[in-house]
């Protein structure tokens, strides 16, 4: 009698669950086995809430948007710090800047968001624009680039395969 591992068996008959289980506590295994500094145990989490190990890649806007909303909020912190010395984009800036007193709470949420859209999801950033007076801003900003062009080549991934 020829034996056929169950998994093989459950892959013919379209029974893809028992194979998805397995490879995600394989991955996850192997992720925590590669326990440098406990960085096994973060790339598990990363990988498992990001997309699910690849099985539900949808989750990567999801991911993005709770990132872009993180960013929103430390930039609407220091908005006004950031359009004036470290990092102007002169549209948002004037328009900020021409916006009445009584409006400026609500201007300063909105610009701010369109601030951190522009920055995050931006395919450049202009570095003779960016000035390193306040390096924690500079260095934030910087950081929120990179991190916004990792977010568009996974979403980039998943649009095309």
């Keep these: 009698m020829n034996k056929v591992p169950l998994l093989i068996l459950q892959k013919r008959g379209g029974y893809s669950l028992g194979e998805e289980k397995k490879d995600k506590e394989l991955r996850k295994f192997n992720h925590i ?30 991911g993005a948007f709770c990132i872009l909303m993180f960013f929103y909020f430390l930039n609407l912190r220091r908005f006004e710090k950031l359009i004036e010395i470290t990092y102007s984009i002169d549209p948002i800036s004037s328009a900020y800047k021409n916006t009445p007193n009584k ?59």
């Excluded at 990988?47 to 190990?53: E, K, P």
């Design 33 to 62: 086995r590669s326990n440098a500094l406990y960085l096994g145990w973060f790339w598990d989490w990363f990988d498992r809430v990001w997309w699910d190990y690849g099985y539900n890649k949808l989750l990567i806007f999801r």
């Design 103 to 161: 409006n400026r709470i609500k201007a300063k949420l909105f610009y701010s968001y369109v601030y951190t859209n522009y920055i995050f999801w931006g395919i450049k950033i202009e570095l003779e624009k960016l000035r390193f007076d306040s390096r924690s801003c500079a260095l934030l900003i910087i950081f929120q680039f990179i991190v916004g062009l990792a977010c568009l080549a996974f979403i980039a991934n998943f649009i095309f395969t």
